[in-house]
């Protein structure tokens, strides 16, 4: 049921609206608050609480994206490292983790190969016995089972590090609300302070990005990079399915942001978007 102001009621719509339009009575109130003998001491004050939003945002903000890399790579330089190295050199396991790296592994030492070969006949090495090829191939067969060896190695440790930076990183925000509340002002002013323009333009960068039509070639790198700092294999399947569905769901929920906030906040941000858009 809708409330009803008291003072409201038997008044006229015209009564309600008032003679003269609000616009001019909010120059008149801004030219009012200009002469206030109080207004320089005010903006003063407003100036402070400002600075100290933005200094205490942009620690905080330092805080959140420094600490967890720190602690990443302090853990796995001193604690994991070590560690991880001994019980490797114990057990002696299997070179690879998964079927990619070998993959890998075997694909370059078989250009490495056909190199060699290459250079032989063109005479740029000199035509060398059978047995000094072979010998040259073990080398390098020697030093890719070394190199993906510590590349698995590497995963452990990446694995167990991440683990521990992801809880570092959300024990800081479960301890800090304060500061939290503090950089979600912040952003929301610097966000909502921006011209219809630049909104505009950062909506359509983060989405040409994320979701526009070349945006699986970077998924494609990313998940590539990400599962192989894993130590996971490298599915094609499930890296075209991802780039098949999470984009789609990411613009979706984009696009219902927009028209469920964005257009209710900045409507004109969302008209000049269409336009550039267009």
């Keep these: 049921m809708k409330n ?13 609206v008032g003679l003269i339009p609000r616009s001019i009575n909010k120059i008149f109130e801004k030219f009012k608050k200009e002469l206030d003998p109080n207004a320089e ?5 407003e100036f402070k609480i400002s600075k100290y939003h933005t200094v205490a945002s942009m620690k905080y903000l330092l805080i959140l994206l420094v600490t967890p890399i720190v ?9 994991l490292g070590p560690m991880v190295n001994h019980i490797w050199n114990i057990k002696e396991p299997e070179i690879f983790l998964n079927e990619s790296q070998e993959e890998r592994a075997f694909a370059e030492l078989q250009r490495f190969e056909e190199k060699l070969h290459f250079e032989i006949l063109i005479g740029k090495i000199p035509n060398t016995s059978y047995k000094v090829v072979n010998e040259q191939i073990s080398d390098k067969a020697i030093e890719l089972a070394k190199e993906y060896s510590n590349e698995s190695v590497d995963a452990v440790k990446n694995i167990i590090a991440d683990i521990i930076s992801i809880i570092t990183f959300l024990i800081i925000i479960s301890t800090t609300k304060r500061q939290i509340s503090i950089l979600k002002s912040f952003i929301n002013q610097v966000i909502y302070g921006l011209s219809d323009t630049a909104k505009a ?14 945006s699986p070639h970077g998924w494609e790198v990313i998940l590539e990079t990400l599962l192989r700092h894993l130590g996971l294999p490298e599915s094609r399947d499930f890296i075209f399915i991802f780039i098949a569905t999470f984009p789609v769901v990411l613009d979706t929920i984009f696009k219902y942001w927009i028209f469920r906030y964005l257009n209710r906040i900045s409507p004109s941000a969302v008209a000049t978007y269409h336009s550039m858009n267009e």
């Design 4 to 16: 009803w102001n008291l003072n409201e009621i038997g008044k006229s719509p015209l009564d309600r």
């Design 71 to 79: 602690v990443n790579q302090m853990t796995k330089s001193f604690i």
């Design 41 to 45: 001491i005010e903006a003063l004050e």
């Design 201 to 214: 333009f950062l909506i359509i960068l983060f989405t040409d990005i994320f979701v526009g039509f070349h």
